[in-house]
């Protein structure tokens, strides 16, 4: 009882002491003579914490002197044990037995007043409004307590996690859903500039991971003789379990490379003295630190990288200031993972949710007005198709002319789909169609995946093993394929690059069925190699301006060839007659683009070259060969097909053996249409 005693009043005292500096009405009369759990009602956001932490510090006393207790009782056993006469002394080993009895009884009683008097205080105020260091400190300082609990009684104070669950879940839906508006606002202002962040910039180097790598500079052995140990023993002679610091002092160093003596600085996207600190705080900060605590492990992965990702990442991280807010918010989302493991699943959701929307304002910004059909260049694979109609489903609130949602409802999280910016001009020849800002968003976009990808060990430990299947597959379905956004983003560029319309009507003047060896080249294909030193001009100046990847230029330059060279095999199929050395010059010309345009670029070998030597052979052939060469060449249109019956074996064979072909290539048609 004198313990019980003491917990109540201890409590109720450092309740008090802090309750009367929130006390704002002097008129509502004295706070002691309020019930404990009304009084734990009247305390504010700003006193929380410190008054928890000194509740638990006064209550781990309490614990820690009746732990000194047991362990006093305990040596005086061993004590008795050595002395035979004590030993055979049957009432002192009755009272002995009766003695122990009580005290291993009283560890789960005045564990238990103490849970009396925490779960009301946590329950008395909304935790709702808490800035999110101040919800985690909370979360922190109770998951010691619980631990206390376990070591003294083995209680794992379910009771205590339940209620503390709940409002966890409640605060991180609120904040999650705040955290969303600010994404999409941030997402219809973004620029899309490229952020010179430092060569060896990880997602490990901001300074809301610096719990991975304080756990990862822990050796083994200290971290499993910390755990053996436990606080009592820890705690022993001094200190307590709740005098630890809770706030990561880690510094962060500018993010920009040009000028690293540059003060800190927060880019703000509302007003100066606008007070919501959650918003500059988590997604405005634009400073890293550069120190080298990546975990060995995470090293590791990184080498085992898929390299579709490191296509870019060689040549250092494209960032933009959304891309480092969305990267903060990940290392929020995982300690929040980390403190409170009940919620790690739900929390794993959210997160998955922030990465889904940021592909999804790529895709709908810069690929979505090029991504066409079911087939061909600029067609997406089935798994981003997948994906996109799942965010599109799942996340995206779509709402009719008067504002009503058509989609969603109650505690469902859904967010409008965001606008691009009208400032960036992404029809515009000056500015080759906005590839700059395309190559932004878009290596942004993978290298964010590659630091997701990165992650994924950290994400396994901290959501339960039956949920795991979810994080699976959302790697496998979402992360691992967004470089797949890279053809329809850069290629719709290069469509636009070129005048294909024009090719074709140059290549339609040219006479086919010549009866001379021509050594001179047509001119179509002087105009053809003029346009392509005039887009090579044009990619070698905003190159100059910023510096591009490989892989971007490399995919640009890739469907400008494929435009061209499909186009070669459509002017020549448009020929009406064809002599053999109507061919010979069809393969002078494209012999000739060939060695001009390997004098262009770099890229080696040419691609799809074979397409249209392939097609071009193809006129020379018999017709016992043709029929099986059709067969296997489903790549070329029916028209192209066509032509190459009705100009090349055709002109050689009787009408009904022609007849015979065309009707293959029909059949060949419908066989597609129905696939």
Same mark, same amino acid.
């Given at each position: ?10 409590? =109720?005292?450092?309740?008090?002491? =802090? ?134 009684? %083995? ?16 605060? =991180? ?89 540059? $003060? ?62 969305? &990267? ?13 493991? $009940?919620?790690?699943?739900?929390? &794993? ?144 560029? %290069? ?27 047509? $001119? ?82 040419? $691609? ?68």
């Amino acid at each position: 009882m004198h313990f019980t005693q003491i917990i109540h009043n201890r409590s =109720f005292a450092t309740v008090l002491q =802090f309750a009367e500096r929130c006390r704002h009405d002097a008129k509502s009369g004295p706070l002691n003579r309020l019930p404990y759990k009304e009084l734990c009602s009247k305390m504010d956001s700003k006193y929380f914490v410190p008054c928890f932490v000194e509740l638990c510090k006064s209550l781990w006393e309490v614990l820690h002197c009746y732990h000194r207790t047991v362990l006093w009782h305990e040596r005086q056993d061993k004590a008795m044990d050595e002395d035979e006469a004590m030993r055979n002394d049957a009432e002192l080993q009755y009272n002995r037995s009766y003695v122990n009895k009580k005290l291993e009884h009283g560890k789960a009683k005045i564990w238990q007043d103490v849970k009396q008097r925490v779960k009301p205080y946590l329950l008395g105020t909304d935790l709702s409004s808490f800035q999110f260091d101040n919800f985690i400190a909370v979360l922190n300082v109770t998951n010691r307590l619980i631990t206390v609990g376990e070591e003294i009684c %083995a209680d794992k104070s379910t009771d205590l996690q339940d209620s503390l669950r709940i409002q966890s879940l409640n605060y =991180f839906k609120s904040f999650h859903r705040m955290r969303m508006e600010e994404l999409r606002m941030f997402l219809e202002n973004e620029m899309w500039d490229v952020w010179p962040v430092r060569a060896s910039f990880t997602i490990y180097s901001l300074k809301e991971f610096s719990f991975l790598r304080a756990s990862a500079a822990l050796s083994p052995t200290s971290r499993m003789r910390a755990l053996a140990d436990g606080y009592f023993t820890r705690f022993s002679q001094q200190g307590n379990p709740f005098d630890e610091a809770e706030e990561d002092d880690t510094a962060e160093e500018p993010i920009t490379v040009a000028d690293e003596n540059s $003060p800190k600085t927060t880019r703000r996207l509302r007003s100066e003295d606008d007070e919501d600190d959650d918003v500059s705080e988590e997604l405005k900060r634009d400073f890293v630190d550069e120190g080298d605590h990546v975990p060995v492990s995470s090293k590791r992965q990184q080498r085992r990288r898929s390299t579709s990702f490191s296509d870019s990442a060689a040549e250092g991280p494209i960032c933009t200031n959304t891309t480092l807010g969305v &990267m903060r918010l990940f290392g929020k989302y995982m300690r929040m993972m980390d403190v409170l493991k $009940p919620i790690a699943y739900d929390v &794993m959701v959210y997160l998955s949710q922030l990465f889904d929307y940021y592909l999804f304002a790529v895709y709908s910004f810069f690929a979505s007005d090029v991504a066409s059909g079911d087939s061909g260049p600029l067609s997406l694979g089935s798994k981003m198709k997948a994906t996109l109609k799942r965010i599109e489903n799942n996340l995206i609130l779509h709402v009719d002319s008067s504002g009503v949602a058509l989609s969603g409802g109650g505690d469902e999280i859904r967010v409008l789909p965001p606008t691009l910016s009208t400032m960036i001009p992404l029809g515009d020849l000056a500015s080759v169609y906005g590839l700059t800002r395309r190559m932004t968003a878009v290596e942004s976009l993978v290298f964010l995946a590659l630091q997701f990808e990165n992650l994924q060990q950290h994400l396994e430990v901290f959501i339960p093993q039956t949920k795991r299947a979810f994080l699976s597959q959302f790697y496998s379905q979402t992360v691992s394929i967004v470089p797949e956004l890279r053809q329809p983003a850069y290629c719709g560029v %290069a469509d636009k690059l070129l005048d294909m319309g024009r090719l074709l009507q140059q290549m339609s003047s040219v006479k086919w069925d010549i009866r001379d060896i021509m050594s001179q080249h047509s $001119p179509y294909i002087d105009y053809i190699l003029n346009e392509c030193q005039v887009c090579k001009r044009r990619l070698d100046e905003w190159n100059s301006i910023t510096p591009m990847p490989k892989v971007v230029l490399d995919h640009v330059w890739r469907h400008i060839l494929h435009t061209i060279n499909h186009t070669f095999v459509e002017g020549f199929a448009s020929a009406k007659k064809c002599s053999n050395e109507g061919r010979a010059l069809m393969q002078l010309d494209f012999q000739q683009f060939i060695i001009q345009t390997e004098k262009l670029i770099s890229m080696r070998p040419i $691609p799809e070259r074979d397409f249209v030597d392939t097609y071009i052979k193809a006129f020379y052939m018999s017709e016992a060969d043709i029929e099986p060469w059709l067969r296997d060449h489903r790549m070329y249109s029916t028209k192209q097909l066509t032509s190459l019956v009705q100009c090349g074996v055709g002109a050689h064979i009787t009408k009904k053996a022609r007849n015979r072909l065309i009707s293959i290539v029909d059949d060949m048609e419908k066989t597609r249409r129905a696939m």
